[in-house]
């Protein structure tokens, strides 16, 4: 069945750059898109980008600066990295499959706090 | 970007109970409009997709409607799992964007 399973450090340092990886099964990443969502604390669901089945990508504009999605479809891993990470940016990452803008599976989320 | 305002933030209610959570978005968004249900534990669900259709496995009493700027979730008679987070998210145009949601409660 389609599974989607988020990785990567609970601690980031302020200023220093997340890495998060996203492993699928299930399915191809070169048939769907993937999306990156977080959700802060007690907060509602961001979307901060995706990268389709062609490996193009898409970012929110308050993140683009700081944000890139790429993806080794050998692999079946989509890939986050976020630079200058901020206080802010503590959340649970999650990622999900896209099928024609519908988000139809989720991963259970990494949790990232950033702290000194 | 396009706003979502979901209404009610959170909804006491009892088992058996029929309940309406709505959904105005900040411009007309076409019918593209998705709920998500999100428990406790924080897993993410799909429930229903294009404003009125069912995501596979989803119990018939869950429902949508609307059109325009104006949507809404319906649970015919709540059961003890329905107690959970409730999202909207349009798709209309980029980028994609959640209403802040709706906590069900057991009253």
């Known amino acids: 069945q389609v599974q989607l399973k988020e990785s990567g450090p609970g601690l980031v340092q302020p200023s220093e750059t997340l890495s998060l990886t996203c492993t699928v099964s299930g399915f191809s990443l070169t048939s769907y898109g993937v999306n990156w969502v977080r959700q802060p604390p007690g907060k509602g669901l961001e979307w901060m980008g995706t990268?389709?089945?062609?490996?193009?990508?898409d970012y929110n504009s308050a993140l683009k600066s700081r944000l890139s999605i790429s993806r080794d479809t050998s692999k079946s891993q989509v890939f986050l990295k976020m630079n200058s990470l901020q206080t802010e940016d503590t959340a649970i990452y999650l990622c999900?499959?896209?099928?024609?803008?519908?988000?139809?599976?989720w991963g259970q989320g990494a949790s990232v706090t950033v702290s000194s | 970007d396009i706003q979502m305002t979901q209404t009610p933030s959170s909804m006491p209610a009892s088992l058996g109970e029929r309940v309406t959570i709505s959904c105005r978005a900040s411009?007309?968004?076409?019918?593209?409009l998705n709920w998500y249900q999100q428990k406790p534990d924080g897993t993410i669900k799909p429930l229903i997709y294009y404003t009125s259709n069912l995501q596979s496995g989803v119990p018939s009493r869950f429902s949508g409607s609307g059109s325009g700027t104006d949507y809404s979730l319906t649970i015919s008679s709540l059961e003890p799992e329905d107690f959970a987070m409730y999202y909207c998210?349009?798709?209309?145009?980029?980028?994609?964007?959640f209403g802040a949601g709706t906590k069900l409660e057991l009253k």
């Open positions: 999900a499959r896209d099928v024609w803008g519908v988000m139809d599976a």
């Open positions: 411009q007309g968004i076409s019918n593209y």
């Open positions: 998210q349009q798709y209309d145009s980029s980028p994609p964007t």
């Open positions: 990268i389709w089945n062609d490996g193009s990508t």
